[in-house]
């Protein structure tokens, strides 16, 4: 199995442009989890999916963000438009029907 | 929701020492208490989690235990050698299996 996947893994842009992070769970898999990491605030949940429905978007920091995830297989996250306090590193993990969640590399977000 | 609070912030240990980090919860409710270790540039990675109806599980030199009438769970890690060296999470869950972390615990291991 090849884990969960994230793309791109690094991503730098300038402020105000759209930003699009993407995530697949590992296969089998029914939950979905989108983190944003900083020093400052630690491991962030801005949103949280069961069965490609999205179940507490609470954590999703403004209007800015939006997440979808159109089938099992497939979930985005989109900033719009990015500003450089988004700058952090973004983290989607997947779990199956057990407690664990398993993280994917992390997309490295630079907005200048 | 859940707060959950670790401690110390940093850590320095000897190498073929010990290593004892504690996290604190706050929701009754929570049942299921991962370690995540995170090394710098890569992501946060399981490496031992316990539930709610023991009090102590160990694989190899690491171990996890759970006081659930204090609300606080411990890693202990013996022996410690170099590529222990990382920021390690604990986490606890609430509602509908989400999980809280803390905000980690960066370990040095000093050979």
């Known amino acids: 199995d090849a884990g969960v996947i994230q793309s791109p893994r690094h991503e730098v842009t300038e402020m105000g442009q759209e930003v699009t992070l993407r995530c697949k769970p590992i296969?089998?898999?029914?939950?979905l989890f989108w983190y944003r990491q900083t020093m400052m605030r630690g491991l962030e949940l801005l949103i949280y999916f069961n069965n490609n429905v999205p179940i507490d978007d609470s954590g999703m920091p403004e209007d800015r963000f939006s997440a979808k995830m159109p089938n099992a297989s497939f979930s985005t996250l989109k900033i719009q438009p990015s500003e450089p306090r988004d700058s952090a590193v973004y983290f989607c993990?997947?779990?199956?029907?057990?407690?664990?969640?398993?993280f994917g590399p992390g997309t490295r977000l630079l907005v200048l | 929701g859940e707060n959950v609070e670790q401690h110390p912030s940093t850590l320095s240990v000897q190498e073929g020492d010990s290593a004892v980090i504690k996290c604190t919860y706050s929701?009754?409710?929570?049942?299921?208490f991962p370690w995540y270790k995170q090394e710098l540039g890569k992501r946060p990675q399981l490496i031992i989690d316990?539930?709610?109806?023991?009090g102590e599980k160990k694989d190899q030199r690491i171990a996890v235990t759970l006081n659930k009438t204090a609300k606080h769970f411990s890693l202990h890690i013996t022996e410690t050698q170099p590529e222990d060296s990382a920021v390690y999470f604990c986490?606890?869950?609430?509602?509908?299996?989400?999980?809280?972390f803390g905000k980690g615990n960066q370990v040095v291991v000093i050979p």
């Open positions: 993990a997947s779990r199956g029907q057990k407690e664990t969640q398993y």
């Open positions: 929701d009754s409710a929570s049942n299921y």
């Open positions: 296969s089998g898999h029914n939950s």
């Open positions: 316990i539930r709610s109806n023991v």
């Open positions: 986490a606890a869950n609430y509602g509908n299996n989400r999980l809280a």
